[in-house]
């Protein structure tokens, strides 16, 4: 069976988009059934729509609304498609035990991360690898858990710093990466023997990976 994927993402979405895109093309064994924002108006719900993702939902937080409270109406409105898999595509908020830590759905969270955990955890992985002044960046798909960025680390993927990079240069490069790692990451939730995609997938050049993967 097709694992049910459920996306939350809070800004652009091209992560959404690439892995949603990857479903459809067969390369992931899977269906976006869902993709939900915290932030209304965001780029990732038009283009799930485009894309044909059967359920979009914006559920920004509540005036006076605590963390808790927050996560437990989250939980609720994911919990409502029974998903194999819930994939943090950025999604710009910190997570709470009663998300995370909800039977249904520990162990099922992934995220994606734009840095080499763990090093660089919270929202400015690139600018601090830059700051750091590594010669390999990256960024890593982990499970979720209640300690930010913290979970157990699943596929990694680096990419050079080069020497005139600045933060955006080296967050595009570090984004193509994502867009490969993130479909690879569920795909392997579904199938943890499944084939290399090594010569089948457009891995984007100079991107270094595991070649198991
Ligand atoms: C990605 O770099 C992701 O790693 C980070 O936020 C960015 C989201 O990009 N957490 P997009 O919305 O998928 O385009």
């Avoid at 910190?94 to 919270?122: C, E, M, Q, R, Y």
């Avoid at 010669?135 to 050079?160: F, N, R």
């Avoid at 993130?182 to 050049?205: E, F, K, M, N, Y």
Wanted: aromatic share 4%; net charge negative.
């Amino acid at each position: 069976m097709p694992l049910r994927i459920v996306v939350l993402a809070s800004g652009s979405g091209s992560n959404m988009v690439s892995l949603t895109k990857k479903c459809q093309a067969g390369l992931v064994d899977g269906s976006v059934v869902m993709v939900v924002t915290d932030k209304p108006g965001a780029p990732c719900i038009a283009k799930a729509q485009d894309l044909g993702v059967p359920v979009t939902l914006e559920l920004p937080v509540e005036p006076g609304e605590t963390r808790a409270d927050y996560d437990a109406r989250l939980r609720d409105a994911v919990a409502s498609e029974s998903p194999d898999v819930v994939v943090l595509a950025g999604f710009m908020r910190i997570l709470t035990p009663t998300f995370v830590d909800d039977p249904g759905l520990a162990g099922h969270i992934v995220n994606i991360h734009p840095a080499l955990l763990p090093s660089f955890k919270g929202a400015h992985g690139v600018r601090d690898s830059l700051a750091a002044g590594v010669k390999l960046a990256g960024c890593t798909t982990h499970l979720v858990t209640a300690e930010l960025d913290g979970g157990p680390i699943l596929l990694q993927a680096a990419v050079p710093v080069m020497p005139d990079d600045d933060q955006e240069t080296l967050a595009a490069r570090v984004l193509a990466a994502e867009h490969w790692l993130l479909p690879r990451t569920v795909h392997l939730q579904a199938d943890p023997h499944a084939p290399s995609w090594q010569g089948r997938d457009d891995i984007p050049d100079g991107v270094l990976w595991s070649p198991g993967f």
